[in-house]
């Protein structure tokens, strides 16, 4: 049986990939805390990265906040796997991986000013705010 934390990863993470069914998440419980290993199918892995790593930070922050409410510290360590099932860690605990920008849409404008990026980043905070507000709600 998946804990509440594991529940929860795999939920979030299900919303954002195209292959919901290949989504797993190990649990170990270790001096540190506890340890979340994310699986994903390949092809998923950017979406659940995020461009240079902000959907990764965005899910280990709602996870703090959430190993907050249950007192106790998490990880989450995102395992990128090849085609034949070959496991390859990713980033470190509270590490963002990087990104290889190369793989990124080229159609994407490069010249992002400051104002449009702080714009975006203060969207990201109301959403986050927002997100965490619903986490109080929650009866864990």
């Not at 959907?55 to 907050?68: P, S």
């Not at 509270?94 to 992002?112: F, G, I, K, L, M």
């Amino acid at each position: 049986m998946a804990t509440i934390d594991q529940q929860f990863v795999e939920y979030i993470v299900k919303t954002l990939v195209n292959n919901p069914e290949k989504v797993a998440v190990e649990r170990k419980i270790d001096e540190k805390g506890v340890l979340l290993s994310l699986t994903v199918d390949p092809e998923d892995v950017g979406r659940v990265i995020g461009k240079r790593g902000v959907t990764a930070q965005a899910i280990r922050v709602l996870l703090r906040a959430l190993g907050t409410k249950q007192d106790a510290r998490y990880n989450l360590k995102i395992v990128n796997t090849d085609e034949e099932g070959t496991a390859h860690h990713g980033s470190k605990p509270e590490e963002t991986p990087v990104v290889d920008e190369s793989t990124t849409n080229d159609t994407e404008d490069e010249d992002v000013t400051e104002e449009e990026e702080s714009s975006a980043t203060s969207e990201l905070a109301e959403k986050t705010r927002a997100e965490l507000a619903d986490l109080d709600d929650l009866d864990i």
